[in-house]
């Protein structure tokens, strides 16, 4: 039960550091959970600024891959959290 606990606290840590991470970025007040990165403008720069940041984040090495597979913010996070997991391929 512990442990669930810890971990939906770390997925609701993850979700709001990549909201802020995508806030900073894309020079957006509010990122919803669900909007999509191409849809809020965003392009390789962006993210390129947004994986750098999510490495510092997470202390992990990632891929521009991993953002184009998981654009939106609430996906990107559950994706961090499984290579924090290292459950991740």
Known sequence: MVR??????RQRRLLDEVTAIWCE???REH???HEDFLEL??????????ISRAEELTGAELSIQ??????T????A??????????AT
């Open 25 to 27: 970025v894309l020079g």
């Open 78 to 87: 559950g994706e961090l959290e499984r290579v924090l997991a290292g459950e």
């Open 31 to 33: 990122v919803g959970p």
């Open 41 to 50: 403008g965003g392009d390789s720069v962006a993210a390129i600024q947004i």
């Open 66 to 71: 991993l953002l184009m597979e998981n654009r």
């Open 73 to 76: 913010v609430a996906a990107m």
């Open 4 to 9: 669930g606990w810890l971990r939906s606290r």
